[in-house]
């Protein structure tokens, strides 16, 4: 009898045990249900600090562009991206605000060294404005403005071909700087070694374009869209994973979905649309990338003024890389 009543209690208590679990449970997955983005209550110390800043930097006099993407993480927590001068992207894992001043501390990337960057800014009426000090203990202050959406509301129509390379000399393009490596050889635009940038004269502002190139082994070069948006051309390994950083992603943000790199000394081809913020590219037949958001500038970019035209301009201080084909047709 002691013997049942004992087995009685531990059926009880363990049937206990399960239905509290079950509520538990039942608990957990209404909290997760409750707790989606879509119901989201935004805290209002930070709801005018979130979504995407174009940010420009004066450093040392010269006014370069920088990006900011501020972000709420669950009920109160700010997170984002971060995009300086050079390099890409960099996820910001806590960005602190206390008192209207957040700040955040991002490790070096490219600039090598050791300690991190801090960022440190505040609202100033609609726009921000605030100080980056870099792991070597450099100061520049900055200030941001919201970065527009770029939406478009009608169909495109396309206009008329532009041959940007007239495969004789350098008519339409300027070099970025008196380091000038590129020259014409046997009608074909040819950078010889790492120096200068190569800028259009023209600004464009939706448009599609088409390219012919190709690189030596090792080397690394890119087109930039509007002059602020890099699609990635370098010598990717063909066996590796796909990747915004690697061959015909947009850097730092967007990876094609699949490795199509033909591989060094090959003629390749790339056919890149750009409207608004969306961007689709075929390369070597495949499209990698297909009307995909590209959220802000990319390192390297030549200014932040997002709502602006821009310029085409190719990397030309990286590497060796030659083009015989370069063709824009704009949108009327």
Do not use: C, M
């Given at each position: 009898m002691?013997?049942?009543?004992?087995?009685?209690?531990?059926?009880?208590?363990?049937l206990g045990m399960t239905l509290t679990s079950c509520t538990s449970g039942t608990q957990e997955k209404k909290?997760?249900?409750?707790?989606?983005?879509?119901?989201?209550?935004?805290?209002?110390?930070?709801?005018?600090?979130?979504?995407?800043?174009?940010?420009?930097?004066?450093?040392?006099?010269?006014?370069?562009?920088?990006w900011i993407?501020?972000?709420l993480s669950g009920f109160s927590t700010l997170v984002g991206y971060w995009v300086g001068d050079s390099g890409s992207s960099r996820p910001i894992s806590h960005i602190k605000l206390v008192n209207g001043k957040f700040s955040f501390a991002i490790p070096p990337q490219w600039e090598g060294g050791d300690g991190d960057f801090v960022i440190e800014?505040?609202?100033?009426?609609?726009?921000?404005?605030?100080?980056?000090?870099?792991?070597?203990?450099?100061?520049?202050?900055?200030?941001?403005v919201k970065a527009p959406y770029l939406n478009r509301t009608t169909a495109v129509t396309w206009g008329t071909p532009v041959e940007l390379f007239n495969g004789k000399d350098l008519t339409n393009w300027k070099p970025s700087n008196d380091k000038n490596k590129w020259v014409v050889k046997d009608g074909i635009l040819t950078n010889e070694a790492a120096g200068a940038n190569l800028v259009t004269e023209q600004k464009f502002e939706d448009f599609k374009i088409e390219t012919e190139f190709r690189y030596p082994e090792g080397s690394n070069s890119g087109l930039y869209l509007r002059g602020r948006y890099e699609v990635q051309i370098e010598d990717s390994p063909k066996d590796r994973h796909p990747g915004a950083l690697y061959f015909a992603g947009v850097y730092g943000f967007l990876a094609p979905n699949e490795m199509v790199a033909l591989g060094p000394n090959e003629w390749q081809k790339m056919e890149i649309t750009l409207?608004?913020?969306?961007?689709?590219?075929?390369?070597?037949?495949?499209?990698?990338?297909?009307?995909?958001?590209?959220?802000?500038?990319?390192?390297?970019?030549?200014?932040?003024?997002?709502?602006?035209?821009?310029?085409?301009?190719?990397?030309?201080d990286h590497g060796p890389i030659e083009f015989r084909k370069i063709t824009i047709t704009p949108a009327k």
């Open positions: 002691i013997k049942q009543f004992a087995y009685g209690l531990a059926f009880t208590g363990l909290d997760e249900v409750e707790h989606n983005p879509a119901s989201q209550t935004i805290p209002e110390e930070s709801k005018d600090l979130l979504g995407r800043w174009d940010l420009t930097v004066d450093k040392g006099g010269a006014q370069v562009p920088s993407e501020i972000k800014g505040e609202l100033a009426g609609a726009d921000l404005k605030g100080t980056i000090t870099s792991n070597n203990g450099e100061k520049y202050s900055f200030t941001g409207v608004g913020r969306l961007v689709t590219i075929v390369a070597n037949g495949k499209t990698v990338i297909s009307n995909q958001e590209i959220p802000g500038i990319t390192g390297g970019a030549l200014d932040s003024k997002e709502g602006e035209p821009g310029p085409i301009y190719i990397q030309g």
